[in-house]
């Protein structure tokens, strides 16, 4: 909340960092984890928050296509 899209993004990229960064043992094996995240601003000329959240989503689908592990953001007008 009370966060623009940069700000978000740049929480959303440390989290994608430090993911990244963990190994998790599995089967006797270390695995590495990404994440791919997608950001965007809520506008204040929209009524529902649904708008937000399916931008937010199309975003994220961006950041997968755009080659995974990474953080795509839609920017509010």
Do not use: C, F, W
């Not at 993004?9 to 960064?21: D, P």
């Not at 990404?34 to 601003?41: D, K, Q, R, Y």
């Amino acid at each position: 909340p009370h966060t623009d899209a940069p700000a978000a993004a740049l929480v959303a990229e440390r989290l994608r960092q430090r993911v990244m960064a963990q190994e998790v043992p599995v089967a006797g094996k270390s695995l590495h984890v990404t994440l791919s995240a997608g950001v965007s601003e809520y506008r204040p000329e929209e009524i529902d928050i649904e708008d937000t959240i399916r931008r937010a989503d199309q975003s994220l689908y961006e950041a997968k296509e755009g080659g995974r592990n990474r953080v795509h953001t839609i920017y509010a007008l």
